[in-house]
C-alpha cells in the first residue's frame, strides 16, 4: 500500500533522510521510531506529498507521490505533529470545514462527521469550542480530520504525544481499532506504545533506515546472549560462584536484592533446568527463576548510540540498499 523507494531529502547541506526505504503492506501498522531530529516527520511529509524528495520514489495505494499527487492526497488521512485546528471554531463546524476542503460532496458531509465523531468518541464534545478542549479531545478532533474523507491510508506522527497515561491509552486502543481496515504509519518516541500497537518498527536514525522487523523478531536477532534471572530464599554465601561454574554459563552477578542474581549464559544455552536441579538440591527454596528479553529500548539505544548509523538489519532493506 505504502513503497518507499530510496528518499534522499536534503535541506541546503543538511541531509535530513538518506535512502529511506520500506513498504507497508494494505491493513498493516507500521511503526516508526527514531530520535529527535531523526528524520520521521521529513518521510511522512514526503508521504503526505508536503514536500518533495530530492532522490527516489514514492507510492501510495498504487499512485506516484510527486506524479499524481492529488490521488494521493485523496487517499491519506495526516494527523501532523501539531494537529491543523481552528481554535475558534467549534468541533461541528470545524469538521464541516474540513468536510468541504476535502472535496467531499456535501450531501455525504453530514454522516460522515456523525461517522468519525462516533469513532472517535467525540460525541460530549461536538458543539464546544475547540480553543475550550483539553488536549486529548484536541487530538481526537485532530483524528476525526484525518478520518473524515474515509481514507484507506492513515499517516499518524506522534498521535499520543503530550497526553496523559489515560488519553495515550485511549488514543492508542483507538488507532489499533482502526488496523485491517486501514493501513497505518505511525511515528513514535515511545518504545512501549510501537510494541504494543504495532506489527512491524522501523527504526530510523540520522536520517537512515537501520532496523525493520516485528518488535520480537529486532530484540531476538540482536541477542548475544541468554539472560535469566534467579530468585531463592534463602542463598548460600558461595552460590555465586558455583553458578559460575556451569556449564554455558558466561556470567553471574548479584542483584538488585541479596537473594536475586542475573545469569548470563552463551547463545543457545538455556539452563533453567540445571538451575531448578541445583536449587531444590541445595534446599534453598525456589521463589523465582525467568528469562530476561531484551526489549525493544534495548535495541534501539543498541541501534542508535554511535554516531554513524549501522547497516540495517533487515535483510531485504539490505537487498535494496
Ligand atoms: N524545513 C526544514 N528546513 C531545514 N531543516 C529541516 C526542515 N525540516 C526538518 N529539518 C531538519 O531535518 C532533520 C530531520 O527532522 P525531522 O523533523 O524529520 O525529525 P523527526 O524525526 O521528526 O524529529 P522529532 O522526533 O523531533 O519530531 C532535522 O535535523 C531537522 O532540523
Ligand atoms: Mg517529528
Redesign the pocket.
Given at each position: 500500500m505504502i513503497n518507499v523507494e530510496n528518499i534522499t531529502k536534503r535541506?541546503r547541506t543538511?541531509t535530513?533522510i538518506e535512502k529511506v526505504t520500506f513498504t507497508v503492506k494494505k491493513g498493516e501498522i507500521l511503526g516508526f521510531l527514531?530520535?529527535?531530529?531523526?528524520?520521521?516527520?521529513?518521510?511522512m511529509r514526503i508521504l503526505t506529498c508536503f514536500t518533495s524528495p530530492n532522490e527516489g520514489t514514492v507510492q501510495v495505494a498504487g499512485f506516484d507521490c510527486f506524479e499524481q499527487a492529488l490521488e494521493v492526497k485523496k487517499r491519506i488521512g495526516y494527523l501532523p505533529?501539531t494537529p491543523p485546528l481552528y481554535h475558534e471554531l467549534t468541533v461541528m463546524e470545524y469538521l464541516l470545514f474540513v468536510g468541504r476542503l476535502k472535496g467531499l460532496p456535501s450531501w455525504r458531509i453530514p454522516s460522515r462527521m456523525d461517522s468519525v465523531i462516533e469513532q472517535v468518541g467525540l460525541g460530549e464534545v461536538r458543539r464546544r469550542i475547540i480553543g475550550h478542549l483539553s488536549r486529548g479531545f484536541r487530538q481526537r478532533v485532530g483524528l476525526a480530520q484525518a478520518l473524515l474523507h474515509d481514507p484507506p491510508v492513515l499517516i499518524l506522527d506522534?498521535p499520543t504525544v503530550g497526553l496523559d497515561p489515560k488519553q495515550i491509552i485511549e488514543i492508542r486502543e483507538l488507532i489499533q481499532s482502526l488496523v485491517g481496515s486501514h493501513t497505518i504509519l505511525l511515528?513514535t518516541?515511545i518504545l512501549t506504545e510501537a510494541t504494543a500497537i504495532c506489527q512491524r518498527v522501523t527504526i530510523?536514525h540520522k536520517?537512515r533506515i537501520v532496523a525493520v522487523d516485528s518488535p520480537e523478531r529486532l530484540s531476538a536477532r540482536l541477542r548475544q546472549s541468554e539472560k535469566m534471572s534467579l530468585t531463592v530464599k534463602a542463598p548460600p554465601p558461595d552460590w555465586i560462584e558455583r553458578l559460575r561454574a556451569f556449564p554455558g554459563v558466561m556470567s553471574v552477578f548479584q542483584g538488585p536484592s541479596i537473594e536475586t542474581c542475573l545469569i548470563e549464559c552463551k547463545l543457545g544455552h538455556d539452563i533453567r533446568e540445571d538451575l531448578a536441579r541445583f536449587v531444590v538440591n541445595q534446599g534453598i527454596g525456589l521463589l523465582e527463576l525467568k528469562t530476561v528479553s531484551m526489549s525493544l529500548e534495548d535495541v534501539f539505544l543498541h541501534l542508535t548510540q554511535h554516531d554513524e548509523p549501522p547497516p540495517p538489519t533487515d535483510p531485504l532493506t539490505q537487498e535494496i540498499l
Open positions: 535541506y543538511l535530513a527514531g530520535p529527535n531530529g531523526a528524520g520521521k516527520t521529513t518521510t505533529e506522534e511515528s518516541h530510523i536520517g
